[in-house]
């Protein structure tokens, strides 16, 4: 609409409109502005129907303007159109007109028209030239918003997986620390339903020994416009037999549309009762026996599931089972452990499971940050180039508009008082001033991101099984960058500081990703201890002697280095200083850490890289995190 205006009160034409090609290759103006004399206001279909009705565009798919080719016409009636022809421009009362292609990336996208009503008009070619520059814009800004368009959804979806990567992944943590299924099971159908935004998600248990014709809700989490269906009795005596065994087998249930598939489904009764339009059902299973089924509603209206939502919730589904096999095997080794020895040794295996499920969950969570940094890196990195590449040429294109202005006014210094008073409102000799300083800082801008997307891909580096030389120094600053939204102030943080202190190392063998893990659950616990200390001191203390952070390496001889993680929290305990490192041992209260972190930390310096990690610290002091690793490895050990 801007553009419209602009352009038609410039060149002083009657109307000036932007029209856009259906996939059809018919169209419409989607925008227009005209300066109507009174004699001629009642121009129709302007601002009424704007759809061109043009069968040869059609035919000929977008005609000469395919090929960039641009139309000028100073009389219709002297350029020998056809009847057919004539009569849309009469419709239109069109007398002279001009039009330009405009195209995003490659494609066609429609036309930049120039249209004089009231009589006929003398393109001249500086005219022409300047709509073609103006045509080119609108499509690199049409382009450059379809990009930022297409980041802020895939950026919606990393969201997304990273938001149900999280509820995996606390529901792993609830397993591990409970056999309360009635709490696991309200708190997942609670994350669930918030997560899939969906009005019912329900847990429903078969009643035992009746052949699964029988069973009610346990568990349940819904909007409060809709019934609840806990505890109400469900029957069904066809289950058993027709459904039961595909269930048993893991096959899961989808329904987009439940009107669509008729009476040809489970517990009808329930899907009337409670106005259910679509639903996704998946089996629970205790051991290799069907034990219920987690329900998702809709009921609203119909939904399309796609294949993400259905995997997070089938992935729901598989954890909510192994809570289910847990608590069986505890509740048979209260029957069977009639010894001691019995009950230390299903004691013993229950840990065992608990801590290998513990580590590959945190394996996939650290393998999940990486593809999730790599994926923001990737999404970035194309429309950031894009952006980068074309500021050059777009900074070439307004010179020569600014120009062309220049010359204008150059050589016609008496132009009319309309244009001198637009040239003094628009402020014109600023504009040369301050658009080549706004094409500078957004050089500066783009060179920054494309910075952040290098560390980002530097910290991404998890996936790499073999040793190879690397420089640390990239690592740890890396996952500052990573980490930097903990590091600026909030509602509940100071800002921490943080001073690094590099020493001149050589690049180290080593597995770059498997280091970049061990950094950011060092300055984790870092952060974690300094957020601590600032809810237990008072603003006066924090202000004489603020959260800080030193990171320090040097050269500990020939062939070792050092790297040293300090801060001044609040430090830590001398008795458990022994236990640190301890599989699922932690200090920070229930949910905040799993105990893992340390632990695969110490595994990754000892067993991977052959190398020491210590910890020195005093209380109310501040805690030391001391690294030392070999500059070469003996032997090339596999991940």
Not at 32 to 44: K, L, P, T, Y
Not at 263 to 277: A, C, G, N, T, Y
Request: hydrophobic share 40%.
């Amino acid at each position: 609409k801007t553009t419209c205006q602009e352009v038609c009160k410039l060149l002083r034409v009657e109307r000036v409109g932007v029209y856009r090609f259906n996939e059809d290759w018919s169209g419409e103006f989607v925008s227009n502005f005209g300066m109507v004399e009174a004699q001629w206001d009642s121009i129709n279909p302007f601002g009424k129907n704007l759809v061109w009705e043009d069968t040869h565009l059609q035919e000929t798919k977008g005609g000469r303007y395919r090929n960039n080719e641009n139309f000028a016409v100073e009389d219709i009636y002297q350029a020998g159109h056809s009847r057919c022809h004539l009569d849309i421009l009469e419709q239109f009362k069109i007398r002279a007109y001009a039009l330009i292609p405009i195209f995003v990336g490659r494609n066609l996208w429609g036309l930049l028209a120039a249209y004089q009503h009231s009589a006929p008009r003398q393109w001249d070619t500086v005219e022409v030239e300047f709509l073609v520059q103006v045509a080119s814009q609108l499509g690199v800004a049409m382009q450059s918003s379809q990009m930022v368009t297409q980041i802020q959804t895939r950026a919606d979806e990393l969201e997304q997986s990273a938001e149900q990567r999280r509820i995996l992944f606390d529901l792993v943590v609830k397993i591990r620390e409970s056999l309360d299924l009635e709490t696991i099971f309200k708190t997942t159908v609670q994350e669930v339903r918030r997560s899939l935004n969906t009005d019912r998600v329900g847990i429903f248990r078969f009643d035992p020994n009746v052949g699964f014709c029988s069973g009610e809700f346990i568990a349940e989490d819904v909007l409060p416009k809709f019934d609840s269906a806990l505890a109400v009795k469900v029957q069904d005596y066809c289950f058993g037999d027709q459904y039961a065994p595909q269930y048993r087998q893991g096959e899961v249930q989808v329904i987009s549309d439940v009107n669509s598939v008729g009476s040809k489904v489970p517990h009808l009764d329930v899907i009337e009762r409670f106005q259910v339009k679509a639903q996704i059902i998946v089996p629970l299973m205790e051991g290799d026996e069907l034990w219920g089924l987690l329900c998702i509603h809709q009921c609203t209206h119909t939904r399309h599931w796609e294949e993400a939502e259905l995997e997070f919730v089938t992935q729901v589904a598989a954890q909510l089972s192994v809570a289910l096999r847990q608590a069986n095997l505890f509740q048979q080794s209260s029957l069977l452990g009639q010894t001691r020895e019995e009950a230390n040794q299903l004691a013993q295996t229950l840990n065992e499971l608990r801590k290998a499920q513990m580590q590959i969950i945190h394996a996939e969570k650290m393998a999940s940050l990486g593809q999730l940094v790599a994926g923001v890196a990737h999404e970035i990195n194309n429309p950031i180039n894009f952006i980068h590449g074309n500021l050059e040429h777009a900074h070439q294109y307004t010179q020569e508009l600014l120009r062309y202005v220049e010359l204008f006014w150059h050589h016609y210094p008496d132009a009319a008082p309309e244009i001198k008073e637009f040239f003094n409102k628009a402020e014109i000799e600023y504009l040369f001033e301050d658009l080549p300083k706004l094409f500078q800082s957004m050089q500066v801008g783009t060179e920054r991101i494309c910075e952040i997307v290098t560390s980002l891909r530097n910290f991404s580096r998890l996936d790499e099984a073999d040793f190879k030389p690397a420089n640390i120094h990239e690592g740890i600053d890396s996952t500052l960058m990573i980490l930097q939204n903990r590091l600026k102030p909030s509602a509940d943080s100071l800002t921490i500081h943080v001073s690094k202190d590099y020493g001149t190392l050589p690049l180290i063998e080593c597995y770059p990703g498997q280091l970049n893990q061990v950094f950011m659950n060092l300055l984790s616990n870092a952060i974690d201890a300094l957020e601590e200390r600032t809810t237990q001191q008072s603003s006066e203390a924090l202000a004489k002697n603020p959260c800080k952070i030193k990171i320090s390496t040097s050269l500990l001889n020939k062939d070792w280095i050092v790297i040293r993680i300090a801060d001044n929290g609040l430090g830590i305990d001398e008795k458990v200083l022994s236990r640190l490192f301890d599989p699922f041992f932690t200090t920070k209260v229930v949910g905040k850490g799993t105990g893992l972190g340390l632990s695969i930390s110490y595994q990754i310096v000892t067993e991977k890289h052959n190398g020491k990690i210590y910890c020195q610290s005093e209380l109310g002091k501040g805690t030391e995190f001391v690294v030392e690793l070999p500059i070469r490895q003996v032997t090339n050990k596999k991940q």
